[in-house]
């Protein structure tokens, strides 16, 4: 029997999305038992397998037995406006829920790289948060509580559907940023806001010192923008480079950090974008990081930030950047070797900054891992959770590197 | 315990660092919650980082396991320290670090208390933003263990979303730093991971918090109501308004009393059925005036008799305090109270509580509730005299029938107490097997010998066996089959009641 | 006292909650629970209860180390009484121990007529001779330094009288129709703080107070309660109520440990006798801030004052607004801000010599504070924290006299005329 013949087996028929034999067969369970079923066999049986959601923002490249996608998954089991939560299986695209959410007057307050059919699944298991994570924080922030299944197949709950909670460790916490090499997420329980009625994005241009200027003024001045984004002139396809101010809230909110924009801008003068402006320019932004071959996030303390884009830019030439200063995360993306990764995530943590490959084709990815350069004591750890959530090392996650 | 273990023990931080005595062994035996009391063996008192170091490694090395103690004003029987076992309390770990103004943040060590961590940040127009009501007791390393929340996490989050950066002391007494300084994890989030973890993955020696900018504004708002539910519902409405208080506290005619009883009282009306504390704040003058209008008009509309503004800066400080010491002014109802910690969805919070009130009067129980209302976070309290053993009971069956309450609403059983022993009981109800199976596994990659704080937060007995696990620092399979523990399981809310 | 637990229910509220915690002087200087209110607490019941024996050494050692400045009460937010606890377990482990041969020295050399008379004779003659930076870190030379504290602002009511009674001026103009005060003189008070019991007087009647002298009064017998001698401090005490007699006047008092215990006699005794007595006695800064008014102001005095308030004005007797009142009645007079100027000093009656390596660790808080502030004056309303600061401050090198607040109140009186 191929394994293609035991998956169908397994799942049936309509699991099997992709069967050609030059292929790696391409699985899509249509519940969470249906994951733990599948992985389950995989790990007695030896298979090696890849996690795919829509595909969109890691390239299907790494070698495996099956991949398997989440996007079958895709139900909204709940949506509690008054509570201000939601339920949402993992490879449901964020297009659809966002819509969705919208349509009962919610907002899920991220905005993530990478294009909008991006599943709920990826963004958690990668962590990419995109520029609202100055006003809201990273993905984690987001997250009550998450269902995911081990690489040999077992079910795990952790966290809840309610605001706070403390039953139990955190699993919920490994999970996010994992890049599922602690296993497959099924299940997310997310925290929502109301749509803000409010939301207006104003851009200035300049020399980006003297952007961070201005954006270290407003945050002095007591403004609380949703998103404060330095981007480079490629990424924004600008002369300049801009900095982007997006306020979002109530009315009242709005119109009192819009007033005291106006005294922040170091005498540039901040354009208001009119929505349609503003939602190309974001998506711009988004979609900027899911084209090029490479994508990497690192994360500093904010009055490092001029430095860093200084050693980026020296480093790896000017390429496509774009920087949250306050919250001390940048995104990269353009093209680099294997060595000059290497060599800039030693550099960096040296300066105790840790370098998050985000995307790469799998050569790449397979040699620099998506974390690395480890504080001495980290690895055994990582390496523990990993023998814990995968003892039979079904899945194929570029954790570390070689 | 061997004697000389406290000798060998007494040669690294001073022969009064360390208590043997059976007396001084009788303070440590209980946290904030006297209903749990245990003894421990040997208690140590490390001064330094470097002390506290080379004491978990001779314990390690000779195998006795080891709880590591903040102030004790936990409540779920946390930090007590059974037979056998060595209680380190770190208190004397208490120095401010470092305060690094530009970049908001400070590096702590483990026994500062967390209102003196805020007071250092003050001066620098900075706050720590997470106030248990214990604030001014409770140490920053005992808060990063049970991931502790407070009346003003509803706006600012609690302390999971403020912790960048750990030195973690692993039990086998390597020391190993997680996360960094910008707060972005070397790989998984092992910072998060290790936030209300309660003390079983190691000590946390060195601690680095986000500080965020001291609002420009704040207004207080006190509205009270006639009932319960008026007060539930308009709790609802201002969540789902998205307006974000900073905090929105409730406290029921019970608790109401108990705090105007005492020095802290705040001049709360005595004749409401509950009330409600709300604060807006921002760095918007502007903006917050219009919420703090827009959230008073719904009060109203909700039912509020009156809508009270606090005047003053002291006046909101008193109203503050009368919430943030309800807790210890209940102590004047009765001899003995059973704290609970259940989290609901907000919209089930007037269905809840009134439910609670019936469960109340069915066991003809008292029941004060004074909570984070905003989040859903309940503390329903019952004040009780554990001499009396029927009425014990009486309290133990309507706990439990409180906890299903709140689990059938969605719920989850603890919100910021942690599960400690207390809520042993009740983890089954909320995970399965599998699941309480997948944190003892992690629990093993920290500590495979499960030396720290042993017996606490996963009802072993009721975990899935993970045959598979194998011992992360060692490398090689472990062949234990399944997780026994020296240490019973607790079945009893009031196990031994002083 | 009430019968049966003798005190001990006034710990039934604890509820464990562990905010007196960082209230606790002790508590702060070590960080160990068993130095803790709660955890004293948790001995007590202990004691109570009978698990622990009253013999055992670590529970008579750590409550041994409570100052006794019940800084834990007034944050508890259940109300416990730890004072009434803390004395019903002295009382028993005294009744079974026998009170420690240096206690006794020393409450019976300080508070027996006729003994205490030669000592503090001995005593005023000592420190007329000792200059301040005799003051140390070891037993005796902080002792010395205690002693050199008690010298009245330029000696001189000693230089004039010798430590005589003498007449006091009284004031140039009398409301009408006087009102009158009887004195409590105490024991120390009386032996090394006679200026203050005069600057009492004097400044009483410019607030129109005439002060009456009590014959046949005795120690307060605080120095014995704290010490677990609750009959003696019983019998003091009845002497005390027959000796001021059955009427209205307000006892004046300005030594805040002897009032703290003066306005309790009621539980001490279980008499209403006692109960009535207290609620007669009058620390000396009620007094003078009147009905809210405050004192009449004086001349202006350009001083920059540290204020320290006694545990037993503050804690004990919840007096904190009147000391200010004086000080506001002083013109031009600073006060500077403390930090942790609630905190006790360390003194604590007896305290400092029975328990000196808790009591110095105490204070070099203190003094780290008051370096800080960098006073002219610290000034306090309590014979023994005045000691006790004034040892502290010479010993630390710190530029900086003792004074009780009265004194002040004096000086500003006499410079404004107000006695010629
Ligand atoms: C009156 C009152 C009000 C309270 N209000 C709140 C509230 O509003 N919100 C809230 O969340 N909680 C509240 N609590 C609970 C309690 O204060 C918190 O859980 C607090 O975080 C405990 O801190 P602690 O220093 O007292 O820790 P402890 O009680 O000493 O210890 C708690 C746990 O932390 C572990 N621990 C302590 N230090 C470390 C360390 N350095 N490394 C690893 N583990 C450690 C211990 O082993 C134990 O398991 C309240 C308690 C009281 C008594
Ligand atoms: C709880 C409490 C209760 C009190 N009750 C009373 C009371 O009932 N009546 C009353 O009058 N006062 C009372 N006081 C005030 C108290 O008596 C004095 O504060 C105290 O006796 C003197 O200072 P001390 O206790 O700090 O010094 P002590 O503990 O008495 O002495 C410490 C050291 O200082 C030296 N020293 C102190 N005084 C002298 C001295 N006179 N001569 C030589 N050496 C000396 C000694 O050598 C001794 O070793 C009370 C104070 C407190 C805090
Ligand atoms: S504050 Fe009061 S109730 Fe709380 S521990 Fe201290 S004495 Fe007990
Ligand atoms: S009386 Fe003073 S020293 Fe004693 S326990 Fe209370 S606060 Fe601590």
Redesign the pocket.
């Known amino acids: 029997m191929t394994i293609l013949d035991k998956v169908t087996a397994l799942l049936g028929e309509g699991a099997v999305l992709e069967a050609a034999p030059d292929r790696v067969p391409r699985v899509a369970p249509g519940s969470p038992d249906a994951v733990a079923l599948l992985l389950g066999t995989a790990h007695q049986e030896g298979w090696r397998v890849r996690i795919e959601g829509a595909g969109t923002w890691l390239q299907s490249d790494a070698p495996a037995d099956i991949a398997l996608t989440t996007r079958r998954l895709d139900r909204i089991p709940a949506i509690e406006p008054s509570d201000l939560t939601a339920t949402a299986e993992a490879g449901i695209g964020l297009d659809q829920l966002r819509q969705q959410l919208a349509d009962r007057g919610a907002w899920l307050a991220i905005d993530p790289p990478g294009l909008a059919g991006r599943t709920l699944g990826s963004v958690v298991s990668t962590a990419t948060a995109g520029p609202l994570r100055h006003g809201y924080g990273p993905i984690k922030d987001h997250l009550l509580g998450v269902t995911f299944v081990t690489g040999d197949g077992r079910m795990v709950q952790s966290g809840g559907r309610v605001m706070k909670n403390v039953a139990g460790y955190d699993l919920t916490r490994v999970q996010a940023g994992g890049f599922g090499a602690f296993g497959v997420i099924v299940l997310v329980h997310l925290r929502l806001r109301t749509l803000p009625r409010a939301d207006v994005t104003y851009v200035l241009e300049g020399a980006r010192e003297d952007l961070t200027q201005v954006g270290e003024d407003i945050a002095a001045a007591g403004l609380t923008p949703a998103a404060l984004e330095l981007v480079s002139p490629a990424l924004a396809r600008r002369e300049r480079w801009v900095l982007a101010v997006r306020l979002a809230g109530s009315p009242a909110l709005v119109a009192a950090d819009e007033a005291g924009l106006g005294a922040a801008s170091g005498g540039g003068r901040f354009a208001p974008l009119r929505a349609e402006e503003a939602h190309a320019f974001w998506m711009r932004l988004a979609e900027g990081f899911a084209v090029r071959p490479v994508t990497f996030r690192i994360g500093g303390v904010p009055t490092a930030s001029d430095e860093l884009l200084d050693l980026l830019q020296h480093q790896l030439g000017d390429e496509w950047i774009s920087a949250s200063p306050a919250a001390g995360a940048i995104r990269w993306t353009g093209d680099a070797s294997i060595d000059r990764l290497q060599r800039l995530r030693r550099t960096l943590a040296g300066q105790e900054v840790p370098l998050t490959l985000e995307r790469a084709p799998w050569p790449l990815r397979g040699a620099v891992g998506h974390f690395g350069a480890y504080r001495e004591g980290v690895g055994p750890l990582v390496a523990g959770l990993r023998r814990t959530f995968d003892p039979g090392g079904a899945l194929v996650v570029a954790t570390e590197g070689t | 315990m061997s004697s000389a273990l406290a000798r060998d023990l007494a040669a690294i931080v001073g022969e009064r660092h360390v208590s043997e005595a059976r007396a001084e062994r009788f303070t440590y035996a209980m ?2 919650l006297p209903t749990h009391r245990r003894v421990p063996d040997l208690v140590v008192l490390p001064g330094t980082r470097e002390e506290l170091i080379a004491v978990v490694r001779l314990l390690a090395a000779l195998g006795v396991p080891f ?10 029987g ?2 007590l320290a059974d037979q056998g076992t060595v209680l380190l309390v ?1 208190t004397r770990l208490n120095r401010i670090l470092q305060i690094d103004n530009a970049n908001r943040r400070a590096v702590v060590e ?2 500062v208390v967390n209102a003196k961590l805020g007071a250092a940040a003050k001066p620098h127009g900075l706050q720590y933003a997470p ?4 604030q001014t ?3 920053v ?11 003003h996490c509803l706006k600012y989050g ?1 302390t999971a979303n403020h912790v960048l950066a750990l030195e973690v002391l692993l039990a086998d007494g390597s020391v190993v730093e997680l996360g960094s300084p910008g707060g972005e994890p070397w790989g998984p989030d092992l910072v998060g991971l290790f936030v209300g ?3 079983n993955f ?4 060195k601690i680095t918090v986000r500080l965020t900018p001291l609002p420009r504004a704040i207004r207080t708002l006190l509205a009270d109501f006639t009932s319960i539910r008026a007060a539930g519902e308009a709790v609802t409405t201002i969540i789902a308004s998205g307006i974000v208080p900073a905090a929105l506290e409730m406290m029921d005619q019970s608790c109401i009393c108990a705090v105007e009883d005492s020095v802290y009282a705040a001049g709360y009306p005595r004749d409401a059925a509950a009330i409600l504390l709300a604060e807006i704040d921002g760095r918007n003058v502007d903006g917050v005036v219009a919420e703090t209008e827009a959230v008073t008009e719904m009060l109203r509309k909700s039912g509020a008799r009156s809508v009270r503004s606090a005047a003053t800066e002291v006046e909101r400080e008193r109203l503050w305090q009368g919430r ?2 309800a ?2 002014a209940m102590g004047r109802l009765s001899r003995d109270l059973v704290v609970q910690d259940a989290v609901v969805p907000r919209s089930a919070l007037p269905h809840v509580l009134e439910t609670i009130c019936t469960i109340a009067q069915n066991y003809g129980l008292v029941v004060s509730n004074v909570f ?1 209302a905003g989040d859903g976070n309940l503390h329903p309290n019952i004040s009780f005299d554990a001499t009396d053993p029927a009425l014990k009971q009486r309290v133990e069956a309507a706990s439990a029938e409180i906890m299903q309450l709140c689990i059938d609403a969605g719920g989850t059983i603890t919100g ?3 599960v ?1 022993i207390d809520k042993l009981r009740y983890m089954h109800l909320i995970f399965d097997a599998e699941s309480l199976g997948a944190m003892q596994a992690v629990r093993r990659v920290f500590d495979p010998r499960e030396l720290v ?1 042993p017996g ?1 937060v996963v009802p072993i007995h009721a975990c899935r066996e993970w045959t598979s696990i194998r011992n992360a620092k060692f490398g090689m399979r472990n062949d234990t089959t399944g997780f026994n523990s020296a240490f019973p399981i607790p079945h009893s809310a009031v196990e031994v009641t002083r | 006292m009430t019968e049966g637990r003798l005190g001990f229910e006034g710990l039934d509220a604890c509820v ?4 007196c915690l960082q209230a606790c002087p002790t508590f702060l200087a070590t960080g160990d629970e068993s130095d803790s209110p709660r955890g004293r607490i948790e001995l007590m019941r202990a004691l109570e209860r009978g698990d622990l024996a009253v013999t055992d050494p670590a529970l008579i050692y750590h409550l041994d180390r409570c100052l006794g400045c019940r800084a834990c009460e007034p944050v508890c937010p259940s109300g416990v009484q730890y004072g009434h606890g803390l004395e019903a377990a002295r009382a028993r482990i005294t009744a079974a121990r026998g009170t420690t041969l240096l206690t006794r020295a020393a409450v019976w050399a300080l508070t027996t007529p006729g003994v205490s008379g030669v000592v503090y004779w001995f005593a005023r003659r000592l420190r007329s001779v000792l200059p301040r930076g005799i003051a140390g870190w070891g037993r005796i030379r902080f002792a010395l330094g205690m002693l050199v504290a008690t010298k009245g602002d330029r000696g001189r009511d000693e230089a004039v009288n010798g430590g005589r009674r003498r007449a006091t001026p009284t004031a140039s103009h009398r409301p009408v129709p006087p009102r009158t005060a009887q004195l409590f003189r105490g024991c120390v008070q009386e032996g090394l703080f006679s200026h203050v019991h005069e600057a009492t007087k004097r400044t009483l009647s410019v607030n129109g107070y005439e002060t009456r002298e009590v014959p046949g009064q005795r120690c307060c017998g605080a120095l014995h309660a704290h010490a677990g001698l609750l009959d003696e401090a019983r019998v003091l005490a009845r002497a005390n109520i027959q000796a001021f007699g059955d009427g209205d006047e307000p006892i004046v008092v300005n030594s805040a440990g002897c009032g703290a215990l003066m306005k309790e006699y009621g539980h001490l005794l279980g008499e209403e006798r006692g109960t009535r007595f207290g609620t007669r006695v009058r620390d000396v800064t009620e007094l003078l801030a009147g009905d809210g008014k405050g004192p009449v102001a004086g001349a202006p005095l350009d001083l920059h004052v540290a204020y320290d308030p006694p545990c037993h004005l503050l804690h004990a007797q919840r007096i904190g607004a009147e000391p200010l009142k004086l000080f506001a009645a002083i013109p031009l007079l600073q006060l500077v801000p403390v930090q942790g100027a609630a905190e006790c000093c360390g003194s604590a009656g007896l305290f400092t010599l029975l328990e000196p390596e808790m009591s110095r660790a105490v204070l070099e808080t203190k003094l780290e504070h008051l370096r800080h502030a960098a006073p002219q004056i610290v000034a306090s309303g309590n014979p023994g924290c005045l000691m006790q600061l004034g040892a502290g401050l010479a010993a630390a090198g710190i530029h900086a006299a003792v004074r009780h607040p009265v004194e002040l109140l004096d000086d500003s009186y006499r410079v404004a005329g107000r006695y010629e």
């Open positions: 946290d904030g709880v590591p103690r903040g102030a004790g004003t936990g409540l779920s946390g930090a770190l483990p026994g106030d248990p009501s214990s007791a409770c140490t390393g005992g808060n990063v263990a049970e991931n502790a929340g407070g009346p609690v973890s309660e003390g190691g000590i946390a020696t943030k010491k807790f210890g984070h910021e107490h942690g400690g704080n606490k | 464990h909650c562990g905010f």
